[in-house]
């Protein structure tokens, strides 16, 4: 599936157990190419999400529901969390194994007229303390 320029919209993502689906997304704005979670909707996408040929865009997780991302996605887009959980379950990532982390979500608040002090959630199995995340970059405020 392609989706190049608008949203594509839907409350679950999946694909069929013998096929390898790919969606490519893009827009040439910048904006949210694709929506999953309109009707608190979960499930799981083993499949590749990557760019098309028109930009970048955005994947974007609404609702209530989970979803679940277990393919080597290639996108380089935004991706928005606005509603409940968002799995990412493919990779390594910082001496875990694929699994073991888990981004739980974010919370902030304004600071000054410009700058926001945000805090990040991450479950981790086995339990490490001390980790240092690095540089998040592309963060992209909605609302």
């Given at each position: 599936m392609t989706i190049n320029g608008g949203t594509f919209e839907t409350d679950r993502l999946i694909n069929h157990t013998a096929v390898t689906a790919t969606v490519s997304i893009s827009d040439p704005?910048?904006?949210?190419?694709?929506?999953?979670?309109t009707a608190n909707g979960s499930s799981t996408f083993d499949g590749l999400i990557q760019d098309g040929g028109g930009g970048a865009g955005n994947l974007e997780k609404v609702g209530t529901g989970t979803f679940t991302?277990?393919?080597?996605n290639t996108y380089t887009g935004g991706t928005i969390i606005d509603?409940?959980?968002?799995?990412v379950n493919n990779a390594s990532w910082k001496g875990f194994a694929a699994g073991e982390c888990l981004f739980l979500g974010a919370s902030g608040s304004k600071r000054g007229s410009d700058d926001w002090e945000i805090t990040f959630r991450f479950a981790a199995?086995?339990?490490?303390?001390?980790?240092?995340?690095?540089?998040?970059?592309?963060?992209?405020?909605?609302?």
């Open positions: 704005t910048g904006g949210v190419a694709l929506t999953v979670g991302l277990t393919g080597a509603g409940g959980t968002l799995l199995t086995p339990n490490k303390t001390g980790l240092t995340v690095g540089d998040i970059v592309d963060i992209n405020k909605k609302g």
